[in-house]
């Protein structure tokens, strides 16, 4: 079976027709062509897929394109505006909260998830946030101060 | 670019609507979050023809709480309950259960319905289809042996691994189900049927990992209640291999009230352990004084009794067993202290 998904795609509405069976990861990857999301582990185990519905942070691997229908689904392409990153984009490239960067992505989304709910996180609210997202490289303390900077950017105006 | 096989995906609006394709699909399944049916389909285990998306049922997505009862619709979210502020004073156990599944991200997709409903789990049983087929399968498939006990007699013995029912049955809750033949309430603790006895056959009322649910043909959960008592302190302690996303070793929860210096009631329930959630028979009789060594020898004798020790998980069954001992007398003794 086959039906119309639309959706606000990045800020700009999209009309496509979809599969019952394709995975929103799929979708994004392979359908529009956005392949910043990555294909981890394939299972829910590992974040690298995260992207925000309705600005929650949400498993693509695990979600069937279909069912976002009518909402707003993020990537990280959304991220940065006329070549200018934002300000988690910036955190983790200034702060070395990326090695190889498969993970980084995932990272990304459910950080800018959390300064968009909670502009001001502590350590506790950063950790907890990022805990469904795994990471083989960077033992995760750079990326808990790339979240710290960037909220401190966002405090200064930069968009998360 | 197909990951899955094809199904057809029915996105309900109502009740009405789901009994109805349910009655016309025996074969559908529900989908709340996918986090573990989607998973289950990826890997070739499960094949449905028709999913049923309970996402935009408004009638399954109330939550309501208070001091004298709670009742949560079964595709109200996970991150919902956990954060939920009703629920984290009145049934503080549930709301710790809620708050110690998988991690944040899969909370915000996972409902209610989908944990207590979730398939058991098992090393031989939560892999891809090539691993699976390299041990010619099993018997919770289509294979002819238990690899975790190949000796049994048809018998499986994967293992619930759902956090809020443990929580649930320390409160006595009951589930609302509904399907094509109508409508009833049952005891959650009569849901799971997973007892896995060698010595009986597999019945209606007694599965084992693979028949491990109570549910008829076409029916499923709609809500969970439970009342409160007064003076219950009640909390949610779990083990796993590492804090976040991990399925639990064992989870344990405990309510108990405390009289003075008695130990007035005592209810203690596990996850991880067994092809259903256990709620410890026998905890009644070791009620009725204060809380002293007798009643942890006590607890220990009961978890021997009735907690497995099968290696369904890459922790060896007897430890996992010890810790569900650990975790309980430390909650006991930590409800009891206040
Ligand atoms: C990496 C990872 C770690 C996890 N860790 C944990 C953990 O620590 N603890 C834990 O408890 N869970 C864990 N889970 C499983 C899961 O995220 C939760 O249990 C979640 O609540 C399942 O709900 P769901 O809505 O996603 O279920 P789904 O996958 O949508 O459904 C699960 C099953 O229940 C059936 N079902 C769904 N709703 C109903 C209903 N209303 N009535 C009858 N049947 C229904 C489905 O058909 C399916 O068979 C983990 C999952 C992953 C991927
Ligand atoms: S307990 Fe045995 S039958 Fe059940 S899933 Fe594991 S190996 Fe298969
Ligand atoms: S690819 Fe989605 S969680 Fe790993
Ligand atoms: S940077 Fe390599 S996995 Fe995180």
Redesign the interface.
């Known amino acids: 079976m086959a039906r119309i998904l639309e959706l606000v795609l990045n800020g700009r509405r999209r009309v496509d027709a979809v599969p019952d069976n394709l995975l929103l990861l799929d979708y994004l990857r392979e359908v529009v062509g956005l392949t910043g999301t990555k294909t981890g582990c394939d299972g829910g185990e590992c974040g690298a897929c995260t992207v925000l519905v309705d600005d929650q942070p949400r498993l693509s691997c695990l979600t069937l394109a279909a069912s976002v229908n009518g909402q707003g689904v993020d990537t990280v392409e959304s991220l940065a505006q006329d070549g200018r990153l934002s300000a988690v984009q910036r955190g983790f490239h200034e702060k070395l909260g990326s090695q190889c960067g498969y993970c980084t992505p995932g990272f990304i989304m459910a950080s800018a998830g959390l300064l968009r709910r909670n502009p001001h996180p502590s350590d506790q609210d950063i950790r907890a946030a990022l805990g469904s997202n795994i990471c083989r490289c960077t033992g995760y303390v750079k990326i808990i101060e790339a979240v710290k900077y960037a909220a401190e950017l966002h405090a200064g105006g930069v968009a998360p | 670019?197909?990951?899955?096989?094809?199904?057809?995906?029915v996105?309900a609006t109502t009740l009405e609507e789901m009994i109805g394709v349910r009655a016309r699909h025996p074969d559908s399944r529900l989908?709340g979050?996918?986090?573990d049916l989607?998973?289950n389909i990826?890997?070739g285990i499960l094949a449905p023809p028709v999913?049923i998306?309970v996402?935009d049922v408004a009638e399954l997505r109330a939550i309501r709480a208070d001091a004298r009862s709670l009742e949560i619709g079964a595709a109200v979210k996970l991150a919902e309950v956990a954060a939920h502020e009703e629920v984290m004073r009145h049934y503080p156990v549930v709301a710790q259960a809620a708050g110690f599944i998988?991690?944040?991200?899969?909370r915000?997709?996972g409902t209610v319905g989908g944990n207590l409903c979730l398939d058991t789990r098992c090393l031989f049983y939560n892999q891809s289809e090539w691993w699976r087929a390299a041990n010619h399968h099993c018997l919770k498939t289509t294979g002819e042996v238990c690899h975790v006990a190949p000796k049994s007699r048809g018998v499986c013995f994967a293992t619930f691994s759902g956090d809020l029912a443990p929580a649930l049955l320390t409160l006595n809750a009951e589930v609302d189900l509904a399907g094509p033949a109508g409508k009833r309430t049952i005891a959650l603790e009569n849901l799971y049927i997973g007892y896995a006895r060698q010595d009986r056959p597999i019945t209606e009322s007694d599965g084992d990992g693979k028949y491990y649910l109570s549910l008829r043909p076409g029916e499923f959960v709609t809500a969970v209640r439970a009342g409160n008592t007064a003076g219950l302190r009640s909390a949610y302690d779990k083990v796993r291999i590492r804090?976040?996303?991990e399925y639990p070793v064992t989870g344990v929860a405990v309510a108990l009230r405390r009289q003075g210096d008695v130990l007035a009631d005592l209810r203690v329930a596990f996850t991880g352990t067994n092809p259903r959630p256990v709620l410890l028979k026998g905890t009644a009789e070791l009620c009725g004084g204060p809380l002293e060594g007798r009643v942890f020898d006590g607890l220990d004798a009961l978890v021997r009794d009735q907690i497995m020790s099968m290696k369904t998980t890459f922790t060896p069954g007897h430890y996992r067993r010890r810790v569900a001992g650990v975790l309980a007398r430390r909650l006991v003794a930590r409800l009891f202290a206040g």
Do not use: K, Q, Y
């Open positions: 670019m197909d990951a899955l096989p094809e199904f057809a995906l996105r989908l979050g996918g986090t989607v998973v990826r890997r999913l998306d996402n998988a991690g944040p991200t899969h915000n997709m804090r976040s996303i």
